[in-house]
């Protein structure tokens, strides 16, 4: 049954493309606000680099939860899904994944801009690179997902799904901008190995809060 | 007419909590010993642990009721959770102003970014975004519900703010209140008296707050 | 059978349904009217599973069944066709799709079978519904409205939708403001005023 919802979420996605449209101009268009405001001409970032990395991807991450939701509420296409017999922890696992998805791809087409623009030398080691982006991906789209349900059906959701997310997510915020810090210099995995733990800890936490707490908030 | 204070048990709980008070800021202010290079700044933290304390028994409060709530679906539990927020945040607030008054003149700088103080202001701003929650949902009662779960997600996020916070700034210390068991009775005691006070008021406040909303007919 | 055991639900501290008890039997037809803002849809809605219900009992022994609600209930950004298909797969229902094509051009709906949902007008929106509870299994049906924005061909072929629905003796809650239509397609009716459900005897 999740499968069916992930492919419905991607399709949705994929016919509309507007997570993925607005997702990737918004994410331009903070590159270039963050080169007028914080460099200058002829100067190297490196040390700003990973906080304005995952600035841009906290705020694109908002746009996308924000589309993903406003699918389900034109034509109430969601009572289709709550009154078949899905799990309803089932539908916050495909938004999850799905978002997840969806923001991954964001930052591939942005990542080139973002090293062009801000003259950003690529570290070594992609690898671990690549695990800590996935795994704040994952960590921002989950209690994302969640919280975005929870206000889909306030009055002024997309304004309270930033208020409630970001200070929710701050040891995301710190844990992923001071590995990706680690990462960048070069610094050997031990050293920001507490990182990657708060972030495995808070994606686990908050993956099976979101599982069984999702069948409270969907009804109306 | 006011139904609470006319409950005779209310009433004494009260004149009880008045009395405490003044006892305490009587023996906060006269009775503690002056503590070296921190004088009288250092006496804040007689007011400033125990609105932390009963701050963040507040907010454990907010998710057991939460929690209660999703199970027994009572309204009782929401009036709870929606009163322990509130008061929460209350001594929240009154924790965020007296950290700076002690920070200027010990450290020479309002704000610096102890964990601690770091914890509770994050909090603050998750609690500001769950009022914001209860007042834009579309009905009081779907209000409850995401309450309820809010309070929960709160709570849990406690412990990984607390962990993060501490490793994001380990350079910036901690203020001395976790060596306070080790200080001298004349600190100790008057301290737990302070905490007890502080309780007390709490409790009362939380009933009289759930008494209201009650009338409100929440 | 579904049973209905002293229901309520309140909006804004205001009870909307106040204790409502009912039972249908397998192969009943029962019409629902009511006021506006008596709280038809909000039933119909409880008893599907889309909104919280604040007390009592719901108890039923269908194996499966449909909503079809007032909206749409549709991603409008899909096509018809692949509306029908993630609804069916959601239900676990398999399509068979020589059917599901017979089905569009039987609710003239051929031409827009494969755009975005989008563009249909109200009245092809309402054809959908009506063609997906054709398609699908299920064993109790509740329907908001069946027959609103529908033109008089869709009303006909509704009409006879129903009628064959009434003869497999098929079990079908539905909601309809107009009580001439819904006493002739109903064998029971139900009116639901001031928060409280009464069957309507006098026929």
């Known amino acids: 049954m999740i499968m069916v919802l992930i492919k419905k979420e991607l399709l949705t996605e994929l016919r509309a493309k507007e997570s993925f449209v607005t997702m990737a101009a918004f994410s331009m268009v903070i590159i270039v606000s963050f080169a007028f405001t914080f460099i200058s001409p002829s100067g190297r970032f490196m040390e700003m680099a990973p906080g304005m990395f995952w600035i841009m991807v906290l705020f694109t991450s908002v746009l996308g939860l924000q589309r993903s939701f406003a699918y389900e509420s034109e034509f109430d296409a969601f009572s289709a899904i709550l009154s078949a017999p899905v799990d309803r922890g089932e539908i916050f696992l495909a938004k999850w994944i799905s978002g997840s998805i969806v923001l991954t791809m964001v930052e591939t087409i942005a990542i080139v801009p973002f090293i062009l623009f801000l003259r950003i030398e690529i570290p070594a080691n992609l690898l671990e690179g690549i695990g800590i982006i996935f795994l704040g991906n994952t960590a921002i789209m989950c209690l994302g997902s969640f919280l975005s349900g929870l206000a889909m059906r306030s009055r002024l959701s997309n304004v309270l799904v930033p208020i409630l997310l970001f200070p929710l997510l701050s040891p995301v915020i710190i844990a992923s901008v001071k590995s990706t810090t680690g990462w960048v210099r070069g610094l050997p995995i031990g050293v920001w190995e507490t990182w990657v733990f708060i972030l495995v800890s808070f994606i686990v936490i908050f993956g099976l809060l979101g599982y069984t707490l999702f069948a409270h908030i969907t009804e109306e | 007419m006011n139904p609470f204070f006319s409950n005779r048990i209310n009433l004494f709980w009260l004149a009880t909590v008045f009395l405490l008070m003044v006892v305490n800021v009587i023996n906060i202010i006269y009775n503690t010993p002056m503590v070296p290079d921190q004088e009288w700044a250092q006496k804040i933290f007689y007011v400033h642990v125990p609105s932390a304390w009963t701050g963040f028994l507040s907010y454990f409060i907010v998710m057991i009721s939460g929690i209660l709530f999703l199970i027994k679906k009572d309204q009782k539990w929401d009036r709870i959770g929606l009163a322990a927020a509130e008061i929460g945040t209350l001594f929240l607030a009154l924790v965020l102003i007296t950290g700076p008054i002690w920070a200027k003149p010990i450290w020479g700088r309002a704000w610096i970014w102890e964990p601690r103080l770091t914890t509770t202001l994050v909090l603050f701003l998750i609690y500001i975004g769950y009022f914001m929650m209860r007042s834009f949902s579309d009905y009081p009662e779907r209000a409850a519900r995401t309450a309820a779960v809010l309070g929960i997600i709160a709570f849990a996020d406690i412990p990984i703010i607390v962990f993060s916070v501490k490793f994001w700034s380990p350079e910036i210390q901690s203020h001395p209140q976790v060596e306070m068991a080790s200080q001298p009775p004349g600190i100790l005691l008057p301290f737990i008296f302070s905490i007890t006070c502080f309780s007390i008021l709490y409790f009362l406040m939380l009933r009289y707050r759930v008494h209201v909303l009650k009338l409100q007919g929440r | ?203």
Not at chain 3, 19 to 29: H, K, P, V
Not at chain 3, 98 to 120: C, I, M, P, T, W
């Open chain 3, 1 to 203: 059978m579904l049973e209905i055991r002293n229901l309520k639900k309140s909006f804004f501290h205001q009870p909307v349904l106040d204790g409502i008890s009912f039972s249908i039997q397998e192969g009943d037809s029962v019409s629902l009217t009511g006021p506006n803002g008596a709280g038809k849809t909000t039933l119909l809605k409880i008893l599907s599973g889309i909104t919280s219900k604040d007390s009592g009992e719901i108890m039923q022994s269908f194996k499966s069944f449909l909503y079809l609600g007032h909206a749409p209930g549709i991603y409008a950004g899909l096509s018809p066709v692949e509306n029908i298909n993630l609804i069916a797969n959601l239900h676990h229902c398999a399509l068979d799709s020589q059917r599901v094509d017979k089905a569009f051009s039987d609710f003239g709906l051929a031409n827009h079978k494969y755009e975005a949902s989008r563009v249909l007008s109200q009245g092809m929106l309402q054809r959908l519904k009506w063609m997906l509870a054709s398609l699908m299994d299920w064993e109790l049906l509740l329907f908001d409205e069946p027959y609103s924005a529908l033109d008089e061909e869709g009303q006909s072929l509704a009409g006879t939708l129903f009628q064959s629905w009434k003869g497999e003796r098929k079990t079908i809650l539905f909601v309809d403001h107009n009580t001439e239509r819904s006493q002739k397609l109903s064998s029971r009716q139900f009116i639901l005023q001031g928060g409280l459900l009464e069957e309507d005897s006098v026929l």
